[in-house]
């Protein structure tokens, strides 16, 4: 099982700020991750419908799309951020 989290307005489309969910082998990498919860209903799809604006992160370090997610125990969805 891998503990994904959501924050900002993925977490508000989605409707939950984290779940554990358990992969199938074809989710090798970040990218591959987004489009698997793509496909998990309307919610998802709503919240990762431009999956090139998603920032990730696997055991709280930034990623990019193509990092092996491996054996993560913790992968954070969120938008882009702004700061000052």
Not at 29 to 57: C, S
Not at 63 to 78: K, T, W, Y
């Amino acid at each position: 099982m891998t503990k994904l989290v959501y924050f900002a307005w993925v977490r508000e489309r989605i409707g939950r700020s984290e779940e554990e969910l358990s992969l199938p082998a074809t989710v090798v990498t970040a990218g591959d991750l987004l489009n698997h919860l793509k496909g998990l209903g309307e919610e998802y799809e709503m919240a990762l419908q431009f999956p090139e604006a998603i920032r990730v992160a696997i055991n709280m370090e930034h990623v990019e799309h193509d990092e092996p997610i491996g054996d993560a125990r913790e992968i954070a969805l969120f938008p882009p951020m702004t700061g000052g």
